[in-house]
């Protein structure tokens, strides 16, 4: 089983810049993507960036040009470089790992347990 170590998140104002880190420990040989997705008051989870073990990279539509996700396979660990922030960013950051796709939330077998993101304006 696969254990997620989420660190990076807090207040920061509008234009400002964030790093998110998540490293997985365990039973880790399943995996193949890793990648962020967040949750904001009322609001569906979705997708914020994603990374295959081979480089691969998805972005969701409203973070393209401003965040940079990568990994280090060595590690086993993701980041996520958060630059322009502004308050629509505001939510629960959750790392994910996932057997497949990670655009696809069937495929995640574990979640951190979310790092809180709060951009003011």
């Known amino acids: 089983q696969v254990q997620l170590e989420e660190s990076g998140g807090g207040l920061v104002q509008a234009g400002g810049s964030l790093r998110l880190s998540c490293a997985a420990s365990?039973?880790?040989?399943?995996?193949?993507?890793m990648g962020w997705y967040r949750q904001a008051p009322g609001k569906q989870r979705e997708l914020v960036a994603g990374i295959s073990s081979g480089g691969s990279i998805v972005y969701g539509d409203s973070v393209k040009d401003r965040f940079t996700i990568s990994r280090d396979n060595a590690k086993n660990t993701v980041y996520l470089q958060m630059n322009s922030l502004n308050p629509e960013d505001t939510a629960v950051y959750y790392c994910a790992a996932a057997s497949g796709s990670i655009a696809a939330e069937s495929w995640v077998e574990a979640w951190g347990q979310g790092t809180q993101v709060t951009v003011s304006s």
């Open positions: 365990g039973s880790s040989y399943s995996i193949s993507d």
